[in-house]
């Protein structure tokens, strides 16, 4: 029995090794066994196809500088063995895609790229993570044969972890940051790209800020509390009995569910980037995952241990101990202890006083000892070689796209992350989340959609698929002043919401609740200081006054208003009433100071008379009130009687505004159907590869320009026509005439050459004439200026002599160059060919 549960054991662990396989991974507790398996799968594997015709040489041979670094990096590799043979190969010099040896260092080509979304960190990180396509390691525990330059990997849009890190470390360096690529070790799911168990970045709530405490000098005691003690203690004893019992069933759930520890764990190779804090401002030293472009801190435990770090300047080895991953690590690289660096100066290679003792022990030893140290001379004088790579360019229209394909889709945890590139789909759509109830992707609870460049200037969009709601999200701008809109269906009558841009809107409207039966809308920033009207709504066949046939019927109208201070409380109304079907108007206003109670006014309507020529008037049977805080009647009659007037004119007006309100919902509602019926996109009149019409306008431009410039500078070119004309000369020349046009245009060249220097001359003799003057006048009347009259004098005089001094300048210039630009002109004259044949040239 013994032997047959051995066996199954085998099997099921035979089926992990297969599972694991199919994945690109391979699961051995025999290291030698996976690593001789995966060096079969390695000679298998495609290869990239490249055209190295079209390469540079730099691609394809070493400057005698590289082949110098190369054989640097040779003996620094042997040191490095001699002192640490326990530890595994450095990443120095891999081949490139020509089969050449490049060291790491010179791959790193920094480059600032001219998109304003790139100048930062966290833009660039994004940008590599999803437009290129993530290739697992040949082998997860050794180091890649080649490394491709950064140019191939944009060219073939995908690459393993060490081609994402370069390309990343070469745009943050070219945009300023201190970044370096890494080469370690992670854990499983890092180095494949494996988000299932992680959070969806957009579901992670931001961090709460803690709120201070207002700390009050009178505080109310608090209530006794009169429960038993002793309950309590056998409740709270029932509930952790509970409690445990759940979190064993949790645990047993777990363990039972759980695979075994991952026999790689600490031993899968990683390549990701670093970012020291210092350059662009950045206040703490982090780490880059290139496949997903997020940030982690440096104490993350998804990051086991590194070997070394480069960058475009220097190669650094990581001396630390990382049996605790990188938690403990100082990121010093001045530290000599802790970083063992390659080519430097300041920091040669040290040894600790044990090891030089050790070293000491035999001849052989002081051999090598010796050999180290010539070894540091020659690295002491040695400067990185530029590097070996072509200029990284991304053209506008693979940075709009993006996306391998233009779509890219990641699992979460419990969610489906599918994103786009811009004018992909017809209806704008560039990003969508699907959040589900269970690992299993099927049970879908919501969806959340973004959308761009729509002429409705729709952004977003949300579907919960347990209520049915959906909720719109509209940039300002938009015609009906809308920002967002949740419904069912867009059909009247089945409840909406719609917020609007308040500050947009005249009536100041923020939000608008209509249902079937009911309607509530809230205003802000009103000079009348309303904020809310309700308004309940009657059944079709119910008799209640209407002013449009077919709208709803109007049974109660209930408006609330904010406190106005320029009025007194008793008459600052906040509550009004309109009793449609029972007539009556109902007004309660502001709480006064120190009161409980609030003032209130009840108004009834009179009946109707026969009579035209009997007025109604106000009654103390038609309108009841209740003045807090006095035992004495209100105002007149005569007063209640006007107020009575102006509530039933502002009654039919709210009417009427509460009929707009649901005209208005009716049209919008037709305008949203119109718009999802047609969606349009709009394109940047900027955008001359999407905007045909504004991309023929500007054709067409460039060529009236270049027709019109070609015509000015033949005009120009023409510099003999008004000597030809004045001479009477039209087609053909004879000597005679030649030599006259030659004579008369260098003539004219002299004097204006001469009359240019005169200007000059006379411009710097008033100059100097005006500041002997203002000389002249602060020697005679120096003794009653102030302070500030002199200092003003001084920055006059400083003023002259600064101009004067530049016509002096000015002035020799065009002495000095008068000769020769006549001689320049003279010998045009000869080239001209409609001289040169009479000039004897």
Known sequence: RGGRMDTLEEKEEDEQRVEE????????????????????????????????????????????????????????????????????PLFLHPVNECGVEKFVSTTVRPTLLPYTELYYW???????????????????????????????????????????????????????????????????????????????PLLRKPPEVPKEEVKKKYRIKPVPDMQSKFELQQEAKKAAAIEAAQKDKERDK?????LKR?????????????????????????????????????TDKRFLGIESIWNHRNYWVNMQDCRHGCKDLSFDLGDAIHWEIMLSESNPLQLLPE????????????????????????????????????????????????????????????????????????????????????????????????????????????????????TDYFNKGHSLCLKAHTYTSLEPKTGHTMEFYNEARVDGLQKRIETASEMTEYFMGRDDFLYLRH????????????????????????????????????????????????????????????????????????????????????????????????FEKGKSLFHLNNLWKELTAKEKRVKEQVQQSQAEVLTILKIRQTEEADIKLSVSIYNRERNEERRRQHEAMESTMKDKLLGQKEQDLDYLSPFLIRNGCRDKLNQEQALRVRDDCLTDFKHHLTYKVNLIQAH?????????????????????????EKDDYLSSCSESMFHINLLEQRLNREKRMAPQKYLALEGKLRMDSRLAEHLGY
């Open 355 to 470: 090891e030089e003792e050790e070293l000491f022990d035999s001849d052989t030893k002081c051999k090598s000892l010796l050999m180290c140290h010539q070894e540091r001379e020659k690295r002491m004088s040695f400067d990185m070689p530029p590097s070996w790579v072509a200029p990284i360019r991304i053209s506008p229209r693979e940075f709009e796209t993006r996306y391998f394909q233009g779509k890219k889709l990641t699992l979460y945890n419990k969610a489906k992350l599918e994103k786009w590139a811009p004018y992909l789909n017809g209806n704008g759509l560039v990003q969508r989340l699907t959040t589900y109830a269970g690992p299993d992707y099927t049970d879908v609870v919501d969806v959340r959609e973004w959308f761009e460049n729509r002429e409705d200037i729709l952004v977003g969009r949300e579907v919960n698929k347990q209520t049915q709601l959906t």
């Open 535 to 630: 308004v309940d709504f009657g059944k079709q066949g119910e008799k209640t006054q209407r002013i449009d046939m077919n709208s709803q019927p109007i049974v109660q109208i209930k408006e609330c208003f904010h406190r106005n201070p320029e009025k007194a409380a008793d008459e600052d109304v906040a509550e009004c009433i309109f009793l449609i079907t029972e007539e009556d108007i109902h007004l309660t206003y502001h709480l006064k100071d120190k009161y409980i109670t609030a003032s209130k006014k009840l108004f009834h309507k009179l009946p109707e008379r026969t009579s035209k020529e009997h007025e109604d008037f106000m009654t103390p049977e038609t309108c009841i009130t209740y003045q807090a805080g006095s």
């Open 764 to 788: 710097l003799e008033k100059a100097v004439e005006e500041l002997q003057k203002r000389h002249l006048w602060f020697q005679e009347n120096k003794n009653q200026l102030s302070t500030k």
């Open 254 to 258: 777990k363990e039972a569910g759980k």
């Open 21 to 88: 396989k199919l994945k690109g991974l391979a699961v051995s507790g025999d290291l030698q066994h996976v690593e001789t398996k995966v060096t079969v799968e390695q000679d298998c594997a495609p290869k990239h196809s490249i055209d190295m015709s079209q390469l540079p040489s730099s691609y394809k041979t070493n400057s005698p500088k590289e082949k110098q670094l190369l054989h640097i990096a040779d003996n620094f590799l042997q040191q490095y063995i001699h002192l640490c043979p326990d530890r595994k």
């Open 262 to 298: 991952e026999p790689l764990h600490g031993l899968r190779v990683h390549a990701w980037v670093l970012v020291l804090s210092g350059k662009r401002e950045v206040p703490e030293t982090f780490f880059i995952n290139p496949f997903t472009g997020n940030r982690h801190n440096t």
């Open 122 to 200: 966290d833009g660039c990180a994004r940008f590599i993570s999803d437009y290129l396509v993530m290739e697992p390691l040949e082998c997860p525990i050794t180091l890649p044969s080649s490394l491709y330059s950064p140019t191939t990997t944009l060219k073939h849009r995908r690459g393993n972890c060490f081609d994402f890190s370069f390309l990343l470390c070469s745009m943050l360096i070219g945009a300023g940051y201190d970044a370096y690529c890494v080469q370690g070790y992670a854990t499983l799911e890092t180095c494949t790209l494996d988000e299932t168990q992680e959070l969806c």
